[in-house]
C-alpha cells in the first residue's frame, strides 16, 4: 500500500448505529488530519492529530470521536449521527503540522438514514 | 477574514481549447497557495505549491502562476481526461496556520 489509505470506502447507517472510519498513512508523515466535504460547502477541518496528540478540534459535535494511536493510524468513530451528517470523509497526512502540503485518502462516502 | 474565491464554479471546454482558472485569496501575509485536484468520489490530489508572487509551476499541460491577490491555473490543450474539480487553498493568517479551501472549479473537457 501506498499514500493514505483509507476504510471503507462507503457507508451506509441508521442514527442510532456505531461505526468507526479508518485511515492509514504510508507516508511517514507525523500530522493527520479528518476533514468533511459537503455539496456546495468548502472542505471543512474538523480534527488534526501531531505525533499522536490533538491539536486542534474544530467545534465537532461529541457524536464524531477521534483517536490516533500511532502517528500511522487515524480512526473517526460514529454514534448517534444524524442525516445532514451524510457526506464525504477525508484523512489526510503531512510531514508535520506546519508543513502545509497535505495528502489526501480517497474518502469515505457516508449516508445516515 | 481569510477568505478564498474561485472562479468560474463551472468551465465546460472543447478538447485542445486552453483556458484558465482563478483563485483570489485575502489573507495577509501568503504562506502558500495550493492547488488540488479532485474527481468524483476520489480525494483531493496534490498539484502545486505556490510560496511568492511571480512563481510558476508547471505539469503536463498545468501552469500555475501567483501574484500577490490571485492565483491562476492554466491549462494548455486540455484532453478528456483533465476533466475534474480543481481546489485551491491557501494558509490561514492564525498561529494554527489552517487551510483555507475555495469551492472549486468543475471542469468538463469535451472530446
Known amino acids: 500500500e501506498t499514500g493514505v489509505t483509507q476504510t471503507p470506502r462507503h457507508l451506509v447507517m441508521g442514527m442510532t448505529n456505531k461505526k468507526s472510519l479508518k485511515c492509514e498513512q504510508h507516508l511517514g508523515h507525523n500530522a493527520m488530519y479528518w476533514y468533511k466535504q459537503s455539496a456546495k460547502k468548502p472542505l471543512e477541518l474538523m480534527f488534526v492529530y501531531n505525533f499522536k496528540e490533538q491539536t486542534e478540534n474544530n467545534s465537532v459535535p461529541s457524536r464524531f470521536s477521534p483517536e490516533c494511536p500511532n502517528s500511522s493510524h487515524l480512526f473517526l468513530h460514529l454514534h448517534t449521527l444524524q442525516p445532514e451528517d451524510s457526506a464525504l470523509y477525508l484523512c489526510?497526512?503531512?510531514?508535520?503540522?506546519?508543513?502545509?502540503?497535505?495528502?489526501f485518502g480517497p474518502g469515505t462516502r457516508l449516508l445516515v438514514l | 477574514e481569510d477568505q478564498v474565491t474561485q472562479s468560474p464554479e463551472a468551465l465546460r471546454l472543447q478538447e485542445g481549447e486552453s483556458s484558465s482558472l482563478n483563485c483570489s485569496y485575502t489573507v495577509s501575509g501568503l504562506r502558500g497557495l495550493f492547488w488540488y485536484r479532485q474527481d468524483p468520489g476520489k480525494g483531493p490530489e496534490f498539484l502545486f505549491t505556490l510560496y511568492s508572487a511571480g512563481e510558476e509551476k508547471e505539469k503536463e499541460r498545468l501552469k500555475a502562476t501567483l501574484t500577490k491577490k490571485e492565483s491562476f491555473l492554466h491549462i494548455t490543450a486540455p484532453k478528456p481526461e483533465d476533466s475534474a474539480t480543481y481546489l485551491c487553498a491557501v494558509p490561514g493568517a492564525g498561529n494554527n496556520r489552517k487551510l483555507i479551501w475555495g469551492l472549486g472549479t468543475s471542469l468538463a473537457v469535451n472530446p
Open positions: 489526510a497526512s503531512s510531514r508535520d503540522v506546519n508543513q502545509e502540503t497535505q495528502y
